[in-house]
């Protein structure tokens, strides 16, 4: 209902804005400045090692390169997909057959 | 002992030229021989924010290509002693500014002794902007409470610590300033735009002020005269404050907090 919607609380717009910005910068830094120069290469090839062993979405894979204190983290955030489909039923080969 | 000094942002329409009128302005006041330079060739502006508009002869470029002498092309500011301006050229030739020139007439400004120049630059991460940085001691970068302002921002630091004479030649790294513009304490209070803290967090560098969003700004530009020759306004204030804290004294950041105001006041404000 639109009433109780109302007091429903929607994130903040500008809390969404800085979620997005420490992304987006820290990804720019990581690939312009203060990161090594194989960190793009890098994230391509663990990728796609990961891909090997199981069908990912690229939109659900995220790597961050933080800095906390003296150390920088490498952060890989993948989203497996749900458990795979059951395998079909039997019934379909044997009548083919 | 002069410094170099650009007011730089990456995305256009934050307030560059501006401040670059108003903090020339305001040290000039302070007794400094001051020069502020246009490096926006083709698209200069600063003589108009600036009211100078209709004394413009010679220009920036001329003064690169040897037509005009430095002494020439500056205009001094009717209004406040020890100010001048240098304004850019309408040429559209991009490659107006080359290092040796800007720098040949930079290091002529620093024997005219001119203790501030200050550079006003343009908008984009393109030649003119890296000329306008080249040289630079110091910055100050203008960014608005806004997703796009913040990571340009972020993209002409990195330019900042990479692209410039003293990253070239391995001198200290330039200092830099954060200047936050349009701020509006209120949208900040309702969670509708990024705080202070949020983009001092981003963009970690030290924080030189807050510019609160105000009709004064306009009202200054359309006459042609900084806001900060008015003193009564809230932009005034705000760039006074930048101006002695850059000139090393301790101010107390204002125009981050939403102004109490009374009842009555609300009503007829």
Same mark, same amino acid.
């Given at each position: 209902?639109?009433?109780?919607?109302?007091?429903?609380?929607?994130?903040?717009?500008?809390?969404?804005?800085?979620?997005?910005?420490?992304?987006?910068?820290?990804?720019?830094?990581? =690939?312009?400045? *203060? =990161?090594?120069?194989?960190?793009?290469?890098?994230?391509?090839?663990?990728?796609?090692?990961?891909?090997?062993?199981?069908?990912?979405?690229?939109?659900?894979?995220?790597?961050?390169?933080?800095?906390?204190?003296?150390?920088?983290?490498?952060?890989?955030?993948?989203?497996?997909?749900? *458990?795979?489909?059951?395998?079909?039923?039997?019934?379909?080969?044997?009548?083919?057959? | 002992?002069?410094?170099?000094?650009?007011?730089?942002?990456?995305?256009?329409?934050?307030?560059?030229?501006?401040?670059?009128?108003?903090?020339?302005?305001?040290?000039?006041?302070?007794?400094?021989?001051?020069?502020?330079?246009?490096?926006?060739?083709?698209?200069?502006?600063?003589?108009?924010?600036?009211?100078?508009?209709?004394?413009?002869?010679?220009?920036?470029?001329?003064?690169?290509?040897?037509?005009?002498?430095?002494?020439?092309?500056?205009?001094?500011?009717?209004?406040?002693?020890?100010?001048?301006?240098?304004?850019?050229?309408?040429?559209?030739?991009?490659?107006?500014?080359?290092?040796?020139?800007?720098?040949?007439?930079?290091?002529?400004?620093?024997?005219?002794?001119?203790?501030?120049?200050?550079?006003?630059?343009?908008?984009?991460?393109?030649?003119?902007?890296?000329?306008?940085?080249?040289?630079?001691?110091?910055?100050?970068?203008?960014?608005?409470?806004?997703?796009?302002?913040?990571?340009?921002?972020?993209?002409?630091?990195?330019?900042?610590?990479?692209?410039?004479?003293?990253?070239?030649?391995?001198?200290?790294?330039?200092?830099?300033?954060?200047?936050?513009?349009?701020?509006?304490?209120?949208?900040?209070?309702?969670?509708?735009?990024?705080?202070?803290?949020?983009?001092?967090?981003?963009?970690?560098?030290?924080?030189?002020?807050?510019?609160?969003?105000?009709?004064?700004?306009?009202?200054?530009?359309?006459?042609?005269?900084?806001?900060?020759?008015?003193?009564?306004?809230?932009?005034?204030?705000?760039?006074?404050?930048?101006?002695?804290?850059?000139?090393?004294?301790?101010?107390?950041?204002?125009?981050?907090?939403?102004?109490?105001?009374?009842?009555?006041?609300?009503?007829?404000?």
């Amino acid at each position: 209902m639109a009433f109780f919607d109302y007091f429903k609380r929607a994130p903040k717009s500008a809390s969404l804005a800085k979620d997005r910005l420490s992304i987006i910068v820290a990804r720019e830094r990581a =690939g312009t400045r *203060s =990161g090594p120069d194989y960190l793009p290469a890098l994230q391509q090839e663990l990728l796609a090692v990961i891909a090997r062993y199981e069908t990912i979405d690229l939109a659900n894979v995220t790597v961050n390169l933080d800095k906390s204190g003296g150390c920088e983290v490498l952060e890989l955030n993948i989203v497996l997909p749900d *458990s795979p489909p059951p395998p079909p039923p039997r019934l379909s080969q044997t009548v083919s057959v | 002992m002069s410094k170099v000094v650009v007011i730089t942002s990456g995305k256009g329409g934050v307030g560059k030229t501006t401040t670059s009128a108003n903090i020339a302005t305001g040290i000039a006041q302070q007794g400094k021989k001051t020069v502020a330079i246009d490096f926006d060739v083709g698209l200069r502006n600063l003589d108009l924010v600036m009211g100078c508009e209709r004394r413009v002869v010679y220009d920036f470029v001329n003064v690169i290509r040897n037509e005009a002498k430095l002494q020439q092309a500056l205009i001094r500011d009717k209004r406040v002693e020890n100010l001048y301006i240098l304004p850019a050229s309408q040429t559209r030739d991009k490659d107006a500014l080359d290092p040796e020139g800007v720098g040949r007439v930079i290091e002529e400004l620093k024997q005219m002794g001119f203790e501030y120049i200050i550079c006003d630059s343009p908008a984009g991460i393109e030649k003119g902007a890296q000329m306008a940085m080249y040289f630079a001691d110091e910055a100050i970068v203008v960014t608005n409470p806004e997703v796009s302002s913040v990571r340009d921002s972020d993209r002409v630091l990195g330019l900042l610590a990479a692209k410039t004479s003293r990253a070239e030649l391995g001198g200290p790294a330039i200092r830099t300033h954060l200047l936050l513009t349009r701020y509006s304490p209120l949208m900040v209070k309702r969670g509708e735009m990024l705080s202070v803290g949020d983009v001092l967090e981003l963009l970690g560098i030290p924080l030189l002020g807050v510019i609160p969003e105000s009709k004064a700004v306009l009202q200054s530009s359309n006459k042609g005269a900084p806001a900060i020759l008015d003193e009564t306004t809230d932009v005034a204030q705000a760039y006074l404050d930048v101006v002695f804290r850059y000139l090393g004294q301790e101010r107390q950041h204002r125009f981050i907090e939403e102004e109490k105001r009374s009842f009555l006041g609300r009503l007829f404000g």
